[in-house]
T-cell receptor
Framework: AQKITQTQPGMFVQEKEAVTLDCTYD???????LFWYKQPSSGEMIFLIY??????QNATEGRYSLNFQKARKSANLVISASQLGDSAMYFC???????????FGQGTRLTINP | EPEVTQTPSHQVTQMGQEVILRCVPI?????FYWYRQILGQKVEFLVS????????KSEIFDDQFSVERPDGSNFTLKIRSTKLEDSAMYFC????????????FGPGTRLLVL
């Protein structure tokens, strides 16, 4: 069975600093995908970034990058130059080949202070 | 930019009543999903739908739930006889393909069962 663990229930960061949100996963599948979603206080789920298990390079999307360490089964999200609008819940999720469902972690609430 | 839409944004119903939550997935997407998020908890998979049939479902998705694609654009989730514990945010999502293709989420329907 797949499992996602996010050990930081809350993070507080000063504006313009970089922040790393932790995510570890557990799966026996050789092929899988890892995702990060942002959920602002308005409630919608916004896709941020994706990493495939066979991707050699870490994924990047603008200010977001994914620090993928396959041997450690971790897929941490790095947000560079944080902004006030980054304050939100952040969810790590994974899926596996042949299955459609996403398995989510508990989330990390990120607060950016001015 | 194409997006998933959901109606209504909020619904209040009495226990035992039937509710239908509606979604319009992104037009060229082939896979459709429902997830739910009980307040303060993680996002949980309910069901995936492809080629006019359920392709995967969770243990939450019991006989009280059903999904349908009544026409070429809408995708619905029906809860036949609502319970208090069905109170949650319900998200529809869609993706171009299955596996670990990125799933794009709608804004959600907040359901409150009294």
């Amino acid at each position: 069975a797949q499992k996602i663990t996010q050990t930081q229930p809350g993070m507080f960061v000063q504006e313009k600093e970089a922040v790393t949100l932790d995510c570890t996963y557990d799966t026996s599948d050789p092929s899988y995908g890892l995702f990060w979603y942002k959920q602002p206080s308005s409630g919608e789920m916004i896709f941020l970034i994706y990493q495939g298990s066979y991707d050699q390079q870490n994924a990047t999307e603008g200010r977001y990058s994914l620090n993928f360490q396959k041997a450690r089964k971790s897929a941490n999200l790095v947000i560079s130059a944080s902004q006030l609008g980054d304050s939100a819940m952040y969810f790590c999720a994974m899926s596996r080949q042949g299955a459609q469902k996403l398995v989510f972690g508990q989330g990390t609430r990120l607060t950016i202070n001015p | 930019e194409p997006e998933v839409t959901q109606t209504p944004s909020h619904q209040v119903t009495q226990m035992g009543q039937e509710v239908i939550l509606r979604c319009v997935p992104i037009s060229n997407h082939l896979y459709f999903y429902w997830y739910r998020q009980i307040l303060g908890q993680k996002v949980e998979f309910l069901v995936s739908f492809y080629n006019n049939e359920i392709s995967e479902k969770s243990e939450i998705f019991d006989d009280q739930f059903s999904v349908e694609r009544p026409d070429g654009s809408n995708f619905t989730l029906k809860i036949r006889s609502t319970k208090l514990e069905d109170s949650a945010m319900y998200f529809c999502a869609s993706s171009e393909a299955g596996g670990w293709e990125t799933q794009y989420f709608g804004p959600g329907t907040r359901l409150l069962v009294l």
